[in-house]
C-alpha cells in the first residue's frame, strides 16, 4: 500500500492517494508482515525478496489472490518474478493453484 500511495501522490497529490486508499480497504484485505513471514520468505528460493515475503504473507492469510504493486512491472503477460499481468496491466497471482 505504500508503494500505491506513493504512486499516486506522485501522479495526481497526496488527498487523491488517501481516497484512493481509502475506497480499497473498502474490498480489499491487507495481509499483515511479521517476523515469521520473514523468516519463511528467506527459506523460499525467490530471487526477489520483496516477491518472497508477499507470497509467505498472502499464503500465512490463506489469500484467494496476490496483487503486488511493482514499480517496474513490465507490459501484461508474464512478468519475471512469476506473476501474471491481468488485461488490464494489474499484476496478479491466483493463490488457489499454489
Known sequence: MTTLFHLIAKDKSPEQARVTLTSLLQFLKIAPVDQNTIEQALNLPYR????????IAALQVNADYLS??????????????????????VPYVNMSYL
Not at 48 to 55: I, K, T
Not at 76 to 88: E, I, L, N, Q, V
Request: aromatic fraction near 10%; glycine fraction near 14%.
Open 48 to 55: 526477489d525478496f520483496e516477491d518472497a515475503v508477499q507470497m
Open 68 to 89: 503486488p504493486i511493482k514499480t517496474n512491472a513490465k507490459p501484461p503477460g508474464k512478468s519475471p518474478g512469476g506473476f501474471f499481468c491481468a488485461p488490464t496491466g
